[in-house]
């Protein structure tokens, strides 16, 4: 608040400090085209100012704003950078804490698909066979056992969604959850009846909607986190399931096959659903897929030999 504060006054001061040409409020020259500069700054205005937009840096942006189209220039050349900067010195694997994951959560199999880090800094291990969702402090190397779970494979990953909340995507559960990572409480939201085997994962996208990954059921559902309410899209998937979901800067979220042969698209902004005729060939072939800065989804191999890309 302080800073806007003294942005405003030192606009106001610049204004009265010279005599530029002020007869075009485009002219780069004129006081009143430094003055809205600054202005848009202090307040974060982005929009269009005679054909020049204002981008905050990717490190200044919240977690809820970096996946955001307009965003993606900034993101895209921060990761860029970091990718430039190279590595030092060889990798090396340490084990993080001495207590195994059985002595901290009952189980030692299977206990979890997925984590995810939190604006708080922690990082949330996502229960599978677990009965306890774990927090970890990266900079203590402790954890915490966050909060319990209703059963076992009761869901398979999760979604960070605005202020810090997780959306767990429910798999033998009929009830779609989240967890707040800043009060470690876990709230039902509403219950469906689904079939076994629901959903794998989700997918935060630039309109607010946490989109779970069909898996046993066919229709692509979603959770709008302004309106606080569950929805479904028209069109379904369809050849079998799906084990995670890709976003991209366009606002498209390509579904990964599993045990289905076709990569499925889903545009966010028409809910309207696509499909890559390309035989990726069932089986449990893939797993997952990550998107790179060179506008490639790289599918993760499960059961098969070969690493294909889609370039969008």
Request: hydrophobic letters at 35%; charged letters at 10%.
């Amino acid at each position: 608040m302080l800073r806007n504060i003294v942005l405003f006054l030192f606009v106001i001061f610049l204004s009265h400090c010279s005599n530029g040409n002020i007869s075009n409020n485009c002219d780069v020259n004129s006081d009143s085209f430094l003055n809205s500069l600054l202005l848009r700054f202090a307040v974060n205005d982005r929009s269009y100012l005679c054909g020049y937009k204002v981008r905050i840096p990717a490190c200044s942006l919240g977690y809820e704003e970096t996946h955001l189209p307009e965003n993606w220039v900034q993101v895209k050349q921060e990761v860029e950078s970091q990718f430039a900067l190279g590595s030092s010195g060889p990798e090396t694997l340490t084990n993080y804490n001495g207590n195994t994951v059985a002595s901290a959560v009952g189980t030692a199999s299977t206990a979890f698909q997925g984590a995810l880090s939190a604006p708080n800094g922690n990082v949330y291990l996502l229960p599978y066979n677990s009965p306890k969702i774990v927090a970890i402090d990266p900079k203590t190397k402790n954890y915490d056992l966050a909060v319990s779970v209703p059963g076992a494979v009761d869901f398979i990953g999760g979604t960070l969604g605005p202020n810090g909340i997780i959306y767990l995507s429910p798999h033998t559960n009929n009830s779609f959850f989240k967890f707040d990572t800043t009060n470690k409480t876990l709230t039902s939201i509403t219950s469906i009846s689904m079939g076994g085997a629901a959903y794998n994962g989700g997918v935060f996208a630039p309109n607010g909607k946490i989109y779970y990954v069909p898996s046993g059921e066919s229709t692509i559902r979603y959770y709008d986190t302004i309106k606080g309410t569950i929805g479904s899209v028209t069109t379904p998937v369809s050849g079998g399931i799906f084990a995670n979901g890709v976003l991209t800067p366009e606002g498209k979220i390509y579904f990964i096959p599993h045990t289905a042969t076709n990569i499925h698209i889903l545009d966010t902004f028409t809910e309207t659903v696509t499909t890559i005729p390309f035989s990726f060939g069932g089986a449990s072939n893939y797993i997952s897929g990550i998107y790179t800065p060179n506008g490639r989804i790289y599918i993760i191999p499960y059961n098969a030999a070969t690493v294909y890309y889609v370039d969008t």
